[in-house]
């Protein structure tokens, strides 16, 4: 029902910008909220960021606080991650998904329904 593709990634120096973005195709981009995931090797799936079906709600890990910054822009049926002042520990597979449940960003994957394929962050320093 929904494609996510996600695009942006590579290698970057600490210190550095990258925006990753998030295509979604099928239903209705409107109704779903999105997030951001990421995954280090040996490490659990976790929650970077997540924004409402509205874009009025936004949700970010203290890790990433102050630095990343997601968006949406339902017109494109995109969602972005803009993410600042890199660190070599943001390294990891970054994953965009969409949840069917209104009004909220769940914190779990279970919450999401639908995964794009990911795409990598390389932090070097």
């Known amino acids: 029902q929904v494609q996510l593709v996600e695009s942006g990634g590579g290698l970057v120096q600490a210190g550095g910008s990258l925006r990753l973005s998030c295509a979604a195709s099928?239903?209705?981009?409107?109704?779903?909220?999105m997030g951001w995931f990421r995954q280090a090797p040996g490490k659990e799936r976790e929650l970077v960021a997540g924004?409402?079906?509205?874009?009025?709600?936004?949700y970010y890990d203290d890790s990433v606080k102050g630095r990343f910054t997601i968006s949406r822009d339902n017109a494109k049926n995109t969602v972005y991650l803009q993410m600042d002042s890199l660190k070599s520990e943001d390294t990891a597979v970054y994953y965009c998904?969409?949840?069917?449940?209104?009004?909220?960003?769940?914190?779990?994957?279970?919450?999401?329904?639908?995964w794009g394929q990911g795409t990598q962050v390389t932090v070097s320093s």
């Open positions: 099928g239903r209705t981009f409107s109704g779903y909220a």
């Open positions: 924004i409402s079906e509205s874009g009025r709600y936004t």
């Open positions: 998904a969409a949840s069917g449940m209104p009004s909220t960003v769940p914190r779990s994957a279970s919450g999401y329904d639908y």
